[in-house]
């Protein structure tokens, strides 16, 4: 029986890295989007451009910050799960 529980937890640690490098993907995506839109906020002249820059740029960094926030809470629920396995508790 100890065997299966281990399988389970190298799945869901093998789940949590995807769903963590996913979600690294995302904020380098988001990242990226940001620096585009500064870059092209420096050449738009005409103040709707502007407008529509600072609306995507404002959008832009709330999703950032969502993805962000994610991360570090899934950081946390990864420490709090070693802190609590039963197998470091053998270590």
């Known amino acids: 029986m100890k065997f299966i529980f281990k399988d389970r937890n190298k799945e869901d640690k093998n789940e ?5 490098n996913e979600l690294l993907k995302e904020l380098k995506q988001a990242r990226e989007a940001i620096d585009a839109v500064y ?10 451009m502007i407008d529509c820059c600072i609306y995507e740029l404002n959008a832009l960094q709330i999703r950032y910050k969502i993805i962000l926030n994610e991360v570090k809470a899934q950081e946390a629920r990864a420490c ?12």
Do not use: F, G, H, Q
């Open 39 to 48: 870059t092209n906020l420096s050449y738009v002249v005409e103040p709707d």
């Open 80 to 91: 709090m799960s070693v802190k609590e396995s039963p197998e470091s508790a053998d270590i």
């Open 16 to 20: 949590e890295i995807n769903k963590k």
